[in-house]
Nanobody, 126 residues
Framework: VPLQASGGGLVNTGGSLRLSCAASGFSSDYYARGWFRQAPGKEREGVSCISSSDGSTYSADSVKGRFTISRDNAKNTVYLQMNSLKPEDTAVYYC????????????????????WGQGTQVTVSS
């Protein structure tokens, strides 16, 4: 499995979680990395992405100011720090890698030219 996600769970409204996504088997340093999510009955959404070139980031409007994405290339790992969680953040979160963050802008999952992993469930109780 090229991307292994972890860190999901059950949390109360207003709580925090940190998701991790470890890459293996490909040169992840050269890929944009990030997270998509899918809630029941809703379309998949590109949540947040961090580029490989300059570390610039993209976040969906729904999570701006609450979620922070970061990457540690030495560990081939990307993190999503999620604060001030809301019930509408409940979803399966998928980590992915692609040549750029464009897939996140257009909610293209799985990414056409990249990799993705199994999802991790995040549940926010009201």
């Amino acid at each position: 499995v090229p991307l292994q996600a972890s860190g999901g769970g059950l949390v109360n409204t207003g709580g925090s979680l940190r998701l991790s996504c470890a890459a293996s088997g490909f040169s992840s340093d050269y890929y944009a990395r990030g997270w998509f999510r899918q809630a029941p009955g809703k379309e998949r959404e590109g949540v947040s992405c961090i580029s490989s070139s300059d570390g610039s980031t993209y976040s969906a409007d729904s999570v701006k100011g609450r979620f922070t994405i970061s990457r540690d290339n030495a560990k081939n790992t990307v993190y999503l720090q999620m604060n001030s969680l809301k019930p509408e953040d409940t979803a399966v979160y998928y980590c992915a890698a692609d040549r750029s963050c464009f897939s996140w802008y257009i909610n293209q999952f799985p990414p056409v030219n990249g990799y993705w992993g199994q999802g991790t469930q995040v549940t926010v109780s009201s």
